[in-house]
């Protein structure tokens, strides 16, 4: 068969969606981790504002009705469930209560995270164990049971873990995040693994990566507070040493979030996107300038 150019052009018309299409996430169901502040918090809200219908996990009940109240504001289709996801029981609990009250899941987004600062000298073990427990495990056991779920229902879903530049990026000033790096770093190489895993059913998996962001986290999470008063105030003078040219918004790299959601990431699986303005590049708008730290001696 001998293709015109006027049919080869038309072929790329054939069966194709409208822009309008890749771009939203009507009739979705999607589950967000960690979506009662912060990043997740703007997740959500762009999901829903996209048409999906989201159930917003976390562990405090308060935080998580005061989401909910604050998003319905808006006549968004939301829904709370106190999970802890460090007890699988309550990660596949959550799973099936997103299915029964919507009817499917379609959309996985890991935001839920802890962080804090210690130099490994000081860094205790049930601190790096639970830093792991959270971020990695959790997008682990999230992970497990929602593909579990879209492999039996034959959703050709997305999952979206949420990850942090800081696994390419020593920070701070002089380390202290050996823990939260290890974890996040993991949830890298892992979604390498589970893209490989579960493309044949039509199941793509990516992770975002954000550097510092305006989050209540963000602004709170110090040093490990059973550090020695003098350890915390050494390790919280090299915090203060970084400057960055802009802290991105959570809303900014929710947007990311929401794009790789969408049909736009239909032909993206296994890829980490970095959203943190640059910063990992040392991409800069302008050069802050840094004092000598520490200063020479003599």
């Known amino acids: 068969m001998n293709l015109t150019p006027e049919m080869i052009l038309r072929g790329y018309l054939a069966n194709t969606a409208s822009l309008e299409e890749m771009l939203s996430v009507k009739g979705k169901t999607a589950i967000v981790t960690g979506g009662t502040s912060g990043l997740g918090f703007c997740v959500a809200r762009r999901l829903c504002q996209g048409g999906a219908k989201v159930v917003i996990a ?12 604050i998003l319905k504001e808006e006549n968004l289709e939301v829904t709370f469930c106190k999970t802890n996801i460090r007890k699988e029981e309550e990660v596949e ?9 919507y009817g499917s899941v379609d959309i996985l987004v890991t935001a839920a995270g802890i962080w804090s600062f210690a130099h490994i000298e000081d860094l205790p073990e049930d601190v790096f164990k639970d830093t792991l427990d ?3 495990l959790g997008a682990y056991r999230c992970a497990k049971y929602v593909s579990r779920y879209m492999i039996e229902h034959k959703i050709k ?11 390419y990026l020593p920070q701070p000033v002089f380390g202290g995040y050996a ?6 770093g993991g949830v890298i190489a892992m979604t390498t693994e589970l893209a490989k ?29 059973t550090l020695s ?4 105030a050494e390790l919280g003078k090299e915090m203060m040493v970084a400057k960055l040219d802009e802290i991105p918004t959570a809303d900014s790299v929710a947007i990311v979030v929401y794009g790789m959601c969408t049909r736009m ?15 990992m590049r040392n991409i800069m708008a302008f050069q802050p300038a840094i004092e000598e730290y520490p200063p020479k001696e003599g």
């Open 229 to 232: 008063p003098e350890k915390q």
């Open 157 to 167: 879903g997305k999952m979206l873990l949420v990850s942090s530049n800081s696994a």
């Open 93 to 101: 609990r959550l799973v099936a209560f997103t299915a029964e009250i």
């Open 58 to 69: 976390g562990s405090g009940e308060g935080k998580g009705e005061l989401a909910v109240k």
């Open 134 to 136: 959270v971020n990695l």
């Open 179 to 184: 823990h939260y790096t290890a974890s996040k």
């Open 197 to 225: 895993e579960l493309k044949r059913y039509g199941i793509m998996v990516n992770t975002v990566a954000p550097g510092g962001m305006f989050t209540p986290g963000c602004l709170t999470n110090g040093p490990i507070r």
């Open 265 to 279: 990431a239909d032909g993206v699986t296994g890829e980490c996107i970095v959203a943190d303005s640059g910063m």
